[in-house]
């Protein structure tokens, strides 16, 4: 797909998984959309390895954005998109944006066609409010 | 498989060994000041170390404490992994092997840089960076290992009066008064271990 994909990085795989349905119900299936949430363990927290997991589901060629939750869900995703190849890691975007409506938002940008800069620019105008 | 060098399996499985001992301390501190898992978070890390212990202890220094930090990036769960897997690779990437005391000091200042770039914070704001910051100026300045430990526990004890203003704990504003940051705390544990098993060797 060439549109940007979206990733919802909760500490509560709830949260997460809760968010990716509303993207999916109030904007449709033309945007990849992936979400973790949950420590390794299974507990609240995020693991950068779901993460990356995560990235590798909701892949385009168009980019990547984020939205992600508290304190270790942005720690956790920015170390993740360090860790991934070159080739990817200039293409993937953590957005400083509440997670939920940064989630629709950013999907609903995306699924006009819109680059990368434009969904994380859209979702971030969020947080100016 | 050969181990290059016996000294590195005693640090390994003592700082691990410490962390764990201290997991409930660790999340009692905490609970107080944050959401409670640092002990258990920690732990998870610490015994990924330990269960990949023979192939590290197979590599040479610089390596073995590159795969240890990116044990505590996958396992650990919450931002102290990439912080303190962040701290462990850097140190790896920097390190000489094998390690010399000026290698280390300069290594230790460049790992801090990257923990201070990774969580966007500075010393002064009620974190692990108010252990690590005066340690390394005291192992730059020569002090011997029990000096550093000395530092760091003053610098741990310290954090108490301390506002948080990084964190989870800053969302308590004035209420994060009157606790031990347990991210000091934790830090302040690995130093005293490595402290103690480095000794005065040089």
Known sequence: MSNVGIVIVSHSPLVAEGTADMVRQMVGDEVPLAWCGGDPDGGLGT???????AIDRAWSEAGVAMLVDLGGAETNSEMAV??????????????????????VVAATEASGGASLQE????????SAL | MSETDPRLRKMFEAVAQAIIAHADELTELDSAIGDGDHGHNMTRGMQAVLG??????????????KAAGMQLVMKVGGASGPLYGTLFMTLGKSLDTPPTR???????????????????????QKTMLDVLVPVSEAV?????????????RKACAATKEMLATKGRASFLGERSVGHIDPGARSSQIMIETIAEQLGDAK
Request: aromatic share 2%; hydrophobic share 55%.
């Open chain 2, 140 to 152: 730059s300045a020569g002090r011997s290992s029990a000096e550093v430990a000395e530092v760091a």
């Open chain 1, 82 to 103: 360090e860790m991934l190849p070159d080739a990817r890691s200039g293409k993937v975007v953590v957005c400083n944006a509440p997670i939920v409506e940064g989630a």
């Open chain 2, 52 to 65: 990949e212990l023979d192939a590290l202890v197979a590599k040479p220094w610089n390596e073995a404490l």
């Open chain 2, 102 to 124: 000026d290698g280390l000091a300069a290594a230790l200042h460049a790992a801090i840089e990257a923990v201070m770039a990774r969580g966007k914070a500075s010393a002064g």
């Open chain 1, 119 to 126: 969904v994380r620019r859209t979702a971030e105008e969020l």
């Open chain 1, 47 to 53: 693991s950068v390895e779901a993460i990356l997991a």
